[in-house]
């Protein structure tokens, strides 16, 4: 087999396409969380925090040295990206759990019927039938 038609097999695959088209709407996705964090939700956080912007926490390791920049710690902007994080880890959990409820359940089986019955029952109800023919 060629390597052109292997790769050709490969790429179009239903996986592979659905996986792409997930990337890529995951990359949109997370510009919106992105932009949701940084200026609707922090700007209210920061304002709560005494005017604390996140983006410029920060510790400075080696300060700056003639054309060298400094060394820092950008804490800040690490918090920023977990925020970022949580919030798409939320919106993802709610968006399967609405896929999984809109999904349908497969119909319950129906109960199973009762055994039949063995031959010593079968005799016991042939015996006490008699009986009760009797006068």
Do not use: C, Q
């Not at 695959?13 to 922090?42: P, T, W």
């Not at 055994?115 to 010593?120: H, I, L, S, V």
């Amino acid at each position: 087999m060629s390597l052109v038609k292997e790769f050709k097999e490969f790429a179009m695959r239903g996986n592979v396409v659905d996986m792409a088209v997930g990337i890529i709407i995951g990359a949109a996705f997370g510009k919106i969380v992105s932009s949701l964090v940084n200026d609707v939700i922090m700007p209210p956080i920061g304002m709560l925090t005494g005017g604390v912007d996140f983006k410029n926490l920060m510790v400075t390791i080696k300060p700056v040295v003639g054309d060298i920049p400094a060394v820092t710690l950008r804490y800040g902007v690490f918090i920023n990206t977990v925020i970022d994080f949580i919030i798409v880890a939320f919106a993802i959990f709610m968006m399967i759990k609405g896929m999984n409820s809109l999904k349908k359940k497969p119909a319950a089986a129906p109960p199973p019927a009762p055994p039949a019955p063995t031959r010593e029952e079968t005799l016991l109800a042939e015996i006490r039938d008699i009986l009760k023919k009797r006068p």
